[in-house]
């Protein structure tokens, strides 16, 4: 079995892949140095993953096991998010990533989607 945080991790994964979202992926964070190149891909403080809804917005998914804080620059980016109305999700259990996706969609046409 892999790390806490890793299982976690597959579950949102398997369940946006598992409901149809085509457009995910992952924002890494990599600094240092690649073979002689100074190496800054993605931003710190964005959302572990990124999901385009089939409404055209783009939602921001943060993962993190029960107990572990979050940076101030993630803390920062919820706060905007929030403010500014752009779907946002914190997991810290998989039931906060499906109760999110039931609560964002109800009243849709994308509200029966949802396998669980």
């Known amino acids: 079995m892999g790390k806490p945080e890793n299982e976690l991790t597959k579950q949102a994964v398997d369940y946006i892949s598992h409901n149809g979202f085509k457009w995910h992926w992952r924002n890494q964070v990599l600094k240092g140095m690649f073979k002689g190149y100074h190496v800054n891909q993605g931003k710190s403080g964005i959302g572990d993953y990124v999901v385009i809804f ?27 998010c929030i403010a500014n109305s752009v779907p946002y999700v914190f997991v810290q259990k998989i039931s906060d990533l499906t109760g999110y996706f039931k609560q964002y969609f109800r009243g849709t046409q994308w509200e029966n989607r949802f396998f669980y």
């Open 54 to 80: 089939p409404d055209g917005r783009t939602c921001y998914i943060e993962i993190k096991l029960p107990g572990k804080k979050r940076t101030p620059e993630q803390i920062e980016f919820a706060a905007y």
